[in-house]
């Protein structure tokens, strides 16, 4: 038996207009959190859904010479130069990849290279534990652990890590962040 076009799309229509169950949102939950879940290298990493402006394929990435971690290179979004931070065994000359451009309230302030993207997902506050075993670099910025081993990235906390000034008495303070141009 075949159904005429017009029956199949009133069918589409009517599965679409049903009623589904509706995620519980990060306003409601109180102690939740709205994230971005990605991949970088073995890693997968939650990044807080309002510290990510955008999510996009770059067409290419300039490494710097001798850049201070996590400071990977330097790459165009949308007529702007923007910092690349590699966050975790993944980097821009390790393959196709995305850059999640993260901002801190309006300010956008860097990007980060991911390898792919899984989608989103509400965290609970009491979901997250401290991180275990981190050096001391990714403790700058990576603040807590989830039981399915999703390490949660601090933009705030990179951020800060990225407007540090050097460590070493000689060097030259660099601005890493991207400032608004």
Do not use: H
């Amino acid at each position: 038996m075949t159904n005429s076009d017009t029956e199949i799309l009133d069918r589409r229509a009517r599965a679409l207009a049903t009623a589904r169950p509706v995620e519980i949102l990060a306003a409601d939950a109180g102690d939740s959190a709205r994230y971005l879940v990605a991949t970088c290298g073995g890693e997968r990493l939650a990044i807080l859904l309002t510290s990510v402006a955008e999510v996009y394929r770059a067409v290419g990435v300039t490494p710097l010479p001798r850049p201070r971690p996590p400071v990977w290179g330097l790459a165009a979004w949308r007529g702007r130069i923007l910092t690349i931070a590699q966050v975790g065994e993944c980097a821009p000359d390790s393959g196709a990849g995305l850059v999640a451009v993260l901002s801190e309230g309006a300010e956008v302030f860097a990007g980060i290279w991911l390898n792919d993207v899984e989608g989103e997902i509400t965290i609970a506050a009491t979901e997250i534990s401290e991180p275990q075993n981190v050096s001391s670099a990714r403790g700058g910025f990576v603040s807590g652990v989830t039981a399915q081993a999703v390490s949660i990235l601090d933009a705030s906390r990179l951020k800060s890590v990225l407007e540090r000034e050097p460590s070493t008495p000689g060097e030259k303070r660099e601005m890493n962040s991207t400032r608004g141009t």
